[in-house]
């Protein structure tokens, strides 16, 4: 994923990637709730600060993801390294292997694939989006409390 640098991590970096992505991911949601009148409103039956998913999604899932990457990168670089040094993968089909691997990688960082990830993101968001409002407009809906 060359747009977010996720795959080509930089320790240097991690957090840095951490607050721009949550920051992408959640203020943008913040501030038109705020426009919207549903960030503290008393309109809507979960407001959007009191309302656990987007903190979920936005603020723990994408730090996770992203320290995830910096665990799994390391992890499939000695897998691969494994592979070309073990003998599991004979010397004849190592440039197989490696155009595979390159092939791969090119998947990754191609563009019309992120456009696509994108588009599906968008897609279903607008699917979904109906029930989000519902649920977001409803009196009287279950939500969690503190006991």
């Known amino acids: 994923m060359k747009l977010t640098n996720l795959i080509l991590s930089n320790d240097q970096s991690t957090v840095i990637r951490i607050l721009v992505l949550c920051g992408v991911a959640w203020l943008p949601i913040a501030v ?7 960030l503290l409103g008393t309109d809507v039956t979960i407001p959007f600060l009191k309302d656990a998913v987007p903190y979920v999604r936005g603020l723990i899932v994408i ?24 003998g599991v993968v004979p010397e004849s089909e190592q440039g197989r292997l490696n155009d595979e691997v390159e092939r791969m990688a090119a998947l990754l960082n191609s563009n019309r694939v992120q456009m696509m990830l994108v ?29």
């Open 32 to 38: 038109l709730s705020f426009f919207d009148g549903t």
């Open 63 to 86: 730090p996770l993801l992203v320290i995830a990457d910096n665990v799994i990168e390391p992890v499939i670089v000695r897998i691969l390294k494994y592979l070309e040094t073990s």
């Open 119 to 147: 588009l599906l993101a968008v897609v279903f968001s607008w699917l979904l989006q109906s029930d989000y409002a519902a649920m977001w407009s409803e009196r009287g809906a279950l939500f969690l409390v503190p006991a």
